[in-house]
């Protein structure tokens, strides 16, 4: 309402709504109103005109139809969200003064030659009357000069002959171009990234490959999903997503998912993407229910589409369009849909297809892609358990309980979503539990928990992997040892049968409250244990053990687009820390590579050492600049080993802290209450060898004040 009167009225919050307010305006003060409906209501009265019943994802969201109104999905809760049914307004509301021309918007697209050259067109879209007026391009230090005639579309070209390229983080520079268009009082300012970019699908003997090629350079994409930041929207700020795309970052990260139930994101989250690197797996909003193909359901997603493509096109970040998330899978979850699936699914691919076409006229640089998971175009088969094409979803541990080896029985071309859960930190707990709370039972404790079985299932999980442990804290500490151990597994199985998997994205990287959850990172920023280890086994140089051979052997992941160099030591330790035997191994690799550097011979090489549970395999080895290590016991059931309790001791010195054991010590883990965090933790310590670790943040007195050091025989 613009001074009591109704201009507008809209019901999706992912369309931008753009209309002439002159007629309504007067001399002096005006007012705007905005009235919101009730969603409960708004579901429900769509619900009854329905052709026949869509249903709604009710293991997730808290209110019914959700999935009938174009709205966040998760603001009515999700499996790890609070359910606060917020209402609001999407993006600023702006009021623009249209003087003799207006420059709407402008587009690029990149058009490549065979000698490297890329030629820039640049399309801007104008309204304005019969006069002539001229509009001013700058980019690359070139200017020119166009003149308008009239309202329409014009465009530039210019051409690039050396252009320094966008690399995702890992593979090089993410470099970005300036380009404005002005015309008159106005400026139209973006950065774009020259970049070329395709996905291939083809054949191959292990099935159909799943791969982004970037520059000519197939990529692994490693990292997480992205959940809306804040239950409570007004909360998101430009701090807060860079300190977690930062993070996904330093954790060796060059892929985000931004996940169909939640929402596109804002400009600061893809600006943020295009400078750290970050290549982005964009869903469109769907996720894990049906949805409705009426006539004017369509015209709302179409309307949508033809806003937020052309917005998010232009970042060279987004990597792939795809249809939802798991609405293909969910026509196998509801009774309505499971007993009569030829008409779901007709319904479904109305959308789906809609969707397609519509994307395809806004944008051709990038592959659409039907849905997640998905085995390709017009396949409606098990993406969950058919590990040979396409994007997988596997979450047999987690929701089927099976044990942490089943991640090693698939070999997956790309697994876009795999989770296991953990509690908070006790430093993250202790701000919303009360000390008389402290309890993973206790009614506090539980109300941030919203997975009907999750704490069921990591204490269960503790019986096969652990010995129990004794009090909140410890129990807090070793479920992050246990989602650190389960993600490790996968990933470090996955980069060891490198090419045929191009791809993994853990669920989920941020919490949006504070809560019990899939995270790596929780709601205050804090890392958990799992994002230390990302940090390790995501690194473009990476020694993963691996027997999917049938024999154990080290391997040596490069995935530079250059030769690297490694000088290497292979430990073989018993428990109490001391090392037995020593490799020596030096070891030039090429790019893009997964080279086995070294076998286990039981009969030659542990002769006299006893077998493979007396002791533990420990590699470290310089590589460049970098120092890698990693750990590998005989078996994920920690509490059958033969380990001994060590006492580790800790000395710190302005932001450095040393910790020195006097046995081997395992998941050695730094916390503190104060802001930041450390260069490294969750680590293994051998006896009497020190390792100091810097703390990253502000407060050094607040962080000795505060810190607490776990480990597994603690």
């Known amino acids: 309402y613009i001074n009591g009167e109704q201009v507008l009225t809209c019901s999706n919050m992912f369309a931008q709504q753009c209309l002439d307010i002159k007629p309504y305006l007067k001399q002096g003060s005006n007012t705007i ?106 980019f690359n230090g070139e200017r020119q000069v166009l003149q308008t005639e009239g309202s329409g579309h014009y465009h530039c070209e210019f051409l690039v002959s050396e252009p320094k390229l966008w690399w995702p983080a890992g593979y090089g520079e993410a470099h970005l171009y300036s380009i404005s268009v002005t015309s ?56 807060r997503y860079r300190t977690l795309l930062q993070s996904a970052v330093d954790a060796n990260m060059n892929m985000i998912r931004v996940w169909g139930g939640g929402q596109y994101e804002s400009e600061t989250f893809y600006d943020l993407c295009d400078e750290l690197g970050l290549l982005v797996w964009q869903d469109m909003m769907f996720a894990c229910s049906l949805y409705p193909s009426s006539d004017d359901f369509l015209k709302e997603v179409e309307q949508e589409l033809r806003f937020q493509i052309p917005r998010l096109k232009e970042h060279p970040s987004i990597a792939l369009w795809c249809g939802d998330n798991e609405v293909i899978g969910a026509i196998g979850w509801y009774d309505e849909s499971k007993h009569n699936k030829v008409k779901y699914t007709v319904n479904y691919d109305r959308l789906n297809r809609m969707i397609e076409q519509v994307i395809g006229q806004l944008d051709d640089s990038r592959r659409f892609w039907p849905s997640s998971p998905c085995n390709g175009e017009l396949d409606f088969g098990d993406a969950w358990h058919d590990d040979s094409k396409g994007d997988m979803h596997f979450w047999d541990v987690w929701h089927s309980g099976k044990s942490f080896n089943a991640y090693l029985n698939i070999n997956p071309r790309f697994c876009s979503e795999f989770g296991f859960q953990s509690w908070p930190s006790f430093a993250e707990a202790k701000q919303f539990v009360p000390e008389q709370d402290w309890n993973v039972t206790s009614p506090t404790f539980e109300q941030h928990q919203k997975n009907p079985r999750g704490n069921s299932i990591i204490t269960e999980m ?130 893009d590579s997964n080279t086995v550097i070294w076998s286990l011979d039981e009969q030659v090489d542990l002769v006299g050492l006893g077998d493979l549970k007396s002791g533990f395999l420990y590699v470290e080895a310089q590589v460049g600049d970098e120092r890698i290590n990693n750990t590998w016991f ?31 010590a395992f998941f050695v883990h730094l916390e503190c209450d104060t802001a930041g965090r450390f260069e490294d933790s969750s680590i293994t310590l051998l006896a009497n060898q020190p390792v100091t670790l810097t703390f990253l943040g502000d407060d050094w007195a607040a962080m000795a004040e505060s810190l607490r050091v776990y480990h597994l025989m603690q």
């Open 462 to 591: 503790f019986t096969r992997y652990f010995r129990f442990p004794s009090g909140f804290e410890q129990m807090l500490y070793l479920s992050q040892v246990q989602q650190a151990m389960a993600i490790k597994t996968a990933c470090d199985h996955w980069r060891a049968i490198a090419p045929i998997c191009r791809g993994m994205l853990y669920w989920q990287l941020n919490d949006n409250w504070p809560v019990s959850s899939w995270s790596s990172i929780e709601y205050s920023g804090r890392w958990k244990q799992l994002h230390y280890h990302a940090k390790r086994f995501f690194a473009p140089q990476y020694f993963v053990f691996s027997e999917h051979t049938g024999n154990l052997s080290l391997h040596l992941l490069n995935d530079a687009k250059i030769p690297v160099s490694a000088d290497i030591q292979l430990h073989w330790v018993n428990w109490q820390g001391e090392i037995e035997k020593t490799w020596q191994i030096e070891k030039t690799v090429t790019n």
């Open 634 to 664: 005989s078996t994920h059931e920690l509490k059958t080993l033969p380990m001994v309790k060590a006492n580790i001791e800790v000395t710190i010195e302005a932001n450095q802290v040393t910790l020195r054991a006097n046995k081997a």
């Open 184 to 239: 008159g009082e106005q400026t139209l300012v973006r950065k774009i990234g020259l970049r070329e970019l395709s996905l291939n699908n083809q054949a191959d003997e292990h099935g159909s490959a799943m791969e982004f090629i970037i520059n000519g350079t197939p990529i692994n994409a490693k990292g997480a999903n992205w959940i809306p930041i804040d239950a409570m929207p007004g909360c998101e700020c430009e701090t």
């Open 33 to 138: 109103r905005v009235e919101f409906a009730r969603v409960d209501l708004e579901g429900a009265e769509r619900a009854k005109k329905l052709p026949f019943p869509i249903p709604s994802a009710m293991g997730n969201n808290q209110i019914p139809h959700m999935n009938l109104l174009r709205k966040t999905q998760c603001h009515s809760g999700w499996d790890w969200g609070i359910c606060l049914m917020v209402s609001g307004i999407y993006d600023p509301i702006q009021i623009d003064v249209v003087e003799d021309v207006w420059l709407k918007s402008f587009s690029t697209n990149q058009q490549w030659q065979t000698d490297g050259s890329v030629l820039v067109d640049v399309l801007i879209e104008v309204e304005t009357g019969n006069q002539c007026h001229e509009i001013i391009v700058n």
